[in-house]
């Protein structure tokens, strides 16, 4: 049975094709050999940037921009030119492996005719094939075979050679175009065959399980005889995720071959080994192997059983992979068990995730169920009107029971009238039911969405804005360090500055964090009592004198001495200390802020109102919105977090207070704090 084949071996093939591509991908390793001493400082920076490799791309782009920076000093040397070309392309290599490929074609293009004419054969190698890799991921299919080639006919080492062709044998399976594939994989093989370089197993592995899943449709016996090699391969290897990879390609290869046992074993063990190593999508995906290999087989028990398996183990977060399959094979199963129920539920189920995804093309189980309603419905027809017929025949040869024969009829009609009510009725309760549980589903996604938002943000908050300034002092430590005696003290000051200056970010960054981690877990103890505003606010406005001072800033605070708000005292300094920062730092030199209050029955009021560069209504309607909030920095190229605001609304909403912001491009903020009287 083949029906399913098409759909589902895209499920295991995405591990596979993961596994392949890093034929494409890790070239994106193998850097130039650059002579560091001929290219003055900027060649310590690109030393600096080269020791990183692909493991953060983000010092290498940062260490390389610095290069460029030294390397304006001097525009019209030759070392110029290779500063800028080696520069751009590692900037361009780490964009790649941050898989920001527009960004990437965007630099490496920086330095297109410089490439043509550079003596450096590797470096022109690896630009070539990295233009390859971003036409290829940017699905430009043509455009990648060309760029392949291009670095194919440069003179390498043979053995890279094959590589390229390896790239591109993967290209041409992404065009269908098999015998291209085919015969590049074979030429790539027979070079893994014959050759006495040291070839690592992932390039060798890659390659037969290439060779294997393109044949497998035209010729299946081969394609198992390629999987094999690369099976026996892995197992030397002594490498487990290689293992599950290859095996996971093997297994369907067995189907393909009707080798059912031999699969159902080699996928068992898959299993087992995904689960030992907690490979958690692994693991799923030779469960769904197993009911598909057990279903083709005809064993729809065993099948049922894994299928069960399947949906007890398959968290939430990995249903969008598995959730079709679950239901079209659910559907199956039972259909062929003959347990229509069930097979009905998961088609109630198909249906809801088809219409939740907005597929149109019809499930060919549902079509299945619906020429089989369809026939039920017209033989009931067909039976009503033979009836029908019988009455009116009978009502012509026996005149004396036309009465009789009229009131059995029309008790018929009134029975099937009463039915019909009654599924109409409790069609309409079915369908207002679902409209209900759509609602809910709707609002639960909305509600999700928003969480995945928030926790995206969180994490690119501390995967960048936090790691970010350690990669500096990382940095310029290492600078100091390596090449101390080479500074003058004016440099050195200048980077323990910078040092100061980020780890004083970092500081600032993580509190606001954890602030606002707590808030998030409800894990702020607030101790409320009666606070006196006017004494918290001078306590605020005295730890900025320093600040104020510098910017030449002028703050009158004009409150109560006797007004008194009910919080808790530290979470009233936490927010005022953020209004009031943001206030300093988006004003002018010699500009005023005024700190006032007012009060009326029901609330108490704080307004802090600067005069700076204000805020456009954009900017105002994204300011509480974490998945679109963003730092600014100020009128002295102060730097923020981003997240000040945030943690400001989330400690006001813990005391039922609220906060409304008022702003004019150029022309000032009024951020004013709204907090209930107690009763």
């Given at each position: 049975?083949?029906?399913?084949?098409?759909?589902?071996?895209?499920?295991?093939?995405?591990?596979?094709?993961?596994?392949?591509?890093?034929?494409?991908?890790?070239?994106?390793?193998?850097?130039?050999?650059?002579?560091?001493?001929?290219?003055?400082?900027?060649?310590?920076?690109?030393?600096?940037?080269?020791?990183?490799?692909?493991?953060?791309?983000?010092?290498?782009?940062?260490?390389?921009?610095?290069?460029?920076?030294?390397?304006?000093?001097?525009?019209?040397?030759?070392?110029?030119?290779?500063?800028?070309?080696?520069?751009?392309?590692?900037?361009?290599?780490?964009?790649?492996?941050?898989?920001?490929?527009?960004?990437?074609?965007?630099?490496?293009?920086?330095?297109?005719?410089?490439?043509?004419?550079?003596?450096?054969?590797?470096?022109?190698?690896?630009?070539?094939?990295?233009?390859?890799?971003?036409?290829?991921?940017?699905?430009?299919?043509?455009?990648?075979?060309?760029?392949?080639?291009?670095?194919?006919?440069?003179?390498?080492?043979?053995?890279?050679?094959?590589?390229?062709?390896?790239?591109?044998?993967?290209?041409?399976?992404?065009?269908?175009?098999?015998?291209?594939?085919?015969?590049?994989?074979?030429?790539?093989?027979?070079?893994?065959?014959?050759?006495?370089?040291?070839?690592?197993?992932?390039?060798?592995?890659?390659?037969?399980?290439?060779?294997?899943?393109?044949?497998?449709?035209?010729?299946?016996?081969?394609?198992?005889?390629?999987?094999?090699?690369?099976?026996?391969?892995?197992?030397?290897?002594?490498?487990?995720?290689?293992?599950?990879?290859?095996?996971s390609s093997k297994s369907e290869i067995l189907k393909?071959?009707?080798?059912?046992?031999?699969?159902?074993?080699?996928?068992?063990?898959?299993?087992?080994?995904?689960?030992?190593?907690?490979?958690?999508?692994?693991?799923?995906?030779?469960?769904?192997?197993?009911?598909?290999?057990?279903?083709?087989?005809?064993?729809?028990?065993?099948?049922?059983?894994?299928?069960?398996?399947?949906?007890?183990?398959?968290?939430?977060?990995?249903?969008?992979?598995?959730?079709?399959?679950?239901?079209?094979?659910?559907?199956?199963?039972?259909?062929?068990?003959?347990?229509?129920?069930?097979?009905?539920?998961?088609?109630?189920?198909?249906?809801?995730?088809?219409?939740?995804?907005?597929?149109?093309?019809?499930?060919?189980?549902?079509?299945?169920?619906?020429?089989?309603?369809?026939?039920?419905?017209?033989?009931?027809?067909?039976?009503?009107?033979?009836?029908?017929?019988?009455?009116?025949?009978?009502?012509?040869?026996?005149?004396?029971?036309?009465?009789?024969?009229?009131?059995?009829?029309?008790?018929?009609?009134?029975?099937?009238?009463?039915?019909?009510?009654?599924?109409?009725?409790?069609?309409?309760?079915?369908?207002?039911?679902?409209?209900?549980?759509?609602?809910?589903?709707?609002?639960?996604?909305?509600?999700?969405?928003?969480?995945?938002?928030?926790?995206?943000?969180?994490?690119?908050?501390?995967?960048?804005?936090?790691?970010?300034?350690?990669?500096?002092?990382?940095?310029?430590?290492?600078?100091?360090?390596?090449?101390?005696?080479?500074?003058?003290?004016?440099?050195?000051?200048?980077?323990?500055?910078?040092?100061?200056?980020?780890?004083?970010?970092?500081?600032?960054?993580?509190?606001?964090?954890?602030?606002?981690?707590?808030?998030?877990?409800?894990?702020?103890?607030?101790?409320?009592?009666?606070?006196?505003?006017?004494?918290?606010?001078?306590?605020?406005?005295?730890?900025?004198?320093v600040l104020t001072a510098k910017k030449s800033i002028?703050?009158?605070?004009?409150?109560?001495?006797?007004?008194?708000?009910?919080?808790?005292?530290?979470?009233?300094?936490?927010?005022?200390?953020?209004?009031?920062?943001?206030a300093i730092k988006f004003s002018h030199k010699g500009?005023?802020?005024?700190?006032?209050?007012?009060?009326?029955?029901?609330?108490?009021?704080?307004?802090?109102?600067?005069?700076?560069?204000?805020?456009?209504?954009?900017?105002?309607?994204?300011?509480?919105?974490?998945?679109?909030?963003?730092?600014?920095?100020?009128?002295?190229?102060?730097?923020?977090?981003?997240?000040?605001?945030?943690?400001?609304?989330?400690?006001?909403?813990?005391?039922?207070?609220?906060?409304?912001?008022?702003?004019?491009?150029?022309?000032?903020?009024?951020?004013?704090?709204?907090?209930?009287?107690?009763?």
């Amino acid at each position: 049975m083949h029906f399913y084949f098409d759909k589902l071996l895209t499920i295991h093939v995405q591990i596979t094709l993961a596994f392949l591509l890093f034929s494409v991908h890790s070239y994106s390793q193998n850097y130039p050999d650059i002579n560091f001493k001929e290219l003055d400082k900027s060649g310590i920076y690109l030393k600096k940037a080269l020791e990183f490799e692909t493991k953060d791309p983000d010092s290498i782009i940062y260490f390389a921009n610095k290069a460029l920076e030294f390397n304006l000093e001097d525009t019209e040397s030759v070392i110029h030119n290779k500063v800028n070309v080696y520069s751009n392309y590692l900037i361009g290599n780490a964009w790649i492996n941050k898989q920001n490929y527009q960004e990437a074609k965007n630099t490496l293009n920086k330095i297109s005719s410089d490439v043509e004419g550079f003596e450096d054969l590797e470096l022109k190698y690896v630009y070539f094939k990295d233009l390859g890799v971003i036409d290829y991921y940017q699905e430009n299919y043509n455009n990648a075979i060309i760029n392949f080639s291009k670095a194919l006919s440069i003179p390498v080492s043979e053995n890279k050679k094959v590589s390229v062709k390896n790239n591109i044998s993967v290209v041409y399976s992404r065009l269908e175009q098999w015998e291209y594939a085919i015969q590049m994989n074979k030429e790539v093989v027979d070079f893994y065959n014959t050759t006495t370089e040291d070839i690592n197993y992932s390039d060798k592995i890659g390659a037969y399980v290439n060779l294997a899943l393109n044949l497998v449709k035209e010729n299946p016996e081969q394609a198992l005889t390629e999987i094999n090699r690369a099976y026996e391969l892995a197992e030397e290897s002594n490498n487990k995720d290689f293992l599950i990879r290859v095996g996971s390609s093997k297994s369907e290869i067995l189907k393909e071959n009707k080798k059912f046992e031999e699969a159902i074993v080699l996928t068992k063990n898959m299993l087992s080994l995904s689960e030992e190593l907690n490979y958690k999508r692994s693991y799923l995906t030779q469960l769904a192997n197993l009911v598909q290999i057990y279903y083709e087989s005809n064993d729809y028990k065993n099948a049922e059983i894994y299928l069960n398996k399947l949906i007890e183990d398959c968290e939430p977060s990995y249903l969008p992979f598995f959730e079709k399959f679950i239901n079209e094979f659910g559907i199956e199963i039972y259909r062929n068990t003959g347990q229509y129920k069930k097979a009905l539920d998961f088609a109630d189920k198909h249906i809801i995730y088809k219409d939740s995804l907005l597929i149109k093309n019809e499930d060919k189980a549902y079509a299945e169920f619906a020429k089989k309603y369809e026939t039920e419905k017209k033989i009931q027809e067909n039976e009503l009107l033979k009836k029908d017929n019988q009455i009116k025949e009978l009502s012509l040869s026996k005149e004396k029971n036309r009465r009789y024969l009229l009131s059995a009829l029309a008790g018929l009609i009134l029975v099937i009238s009463i039915v019909l009510y009654y599924r109409y009725r409790n069609k309409k309760k079915v369908s207002e039911i679902l409209e209900v549980k759509n609602s809910t589903i709707s609002k639960q996604n909305l509600e999700l969405e928003e969480a995945n938002q928030t926790k995206q943000k969180f994490f690119s908050i501390i995967a960048h804005d936090l790691i970010n300034p350690f990669n500096a002092i990382l940095g310029y430590t290492s600078v100091l360090e390596q090449d101390y005696e080479t500074f003058n003290e004016r440099e050195k000051k200048e980077f323990i500055g910078i040092i100061n200056k980020y780890a004083n970010q970092n500081y600032e960054l993580t509190k606001n964090l954890l602030d606002w981690a707590r808030s998030q877990q409800n894990k702020l103890n607030l101790e409320k009592k009666q606070i006196d505003v006017k004494k918290v606010v001078n306590h605020v406005a005295k730890g900025y004198e320093v600040l104020t001072a510098k910017k030449s800033i002028t703050t009158n605070i004009t409150i109560a001495d006797d007004l008194q708000i009910y919080a808790d005292e530290n979470a009233l300094k936490t927010v005022i200390t953020n209004i009031y920062n943001n206030a300093i730092k988006f004003s002018h030199k010699g500009s005023v802020i005024n700190i006032t209050s007012f009060e009326n029955q029901e609330s108490v009021s704080i307004a802090i109102k600067d005069f700076g560069i204000g805020m456009s209504q954009e900017q105002v309607d994204n300011l509480f919105n974490i998945s679109k909030t963003s730092s600014t920095k100020g009128t002295d190229n102060e730097k923020g977090t981003g997240f000040g605001m945030l943690i400001c609304k989330e400690l006001l909403e813990m005391h039922n207070a609220k906060v409304t912001v008022n702003s004019q491009k150029n022309k000032g903020t009024e951020v004013v704090l709204v907090f209930p009287k107690q009763n």
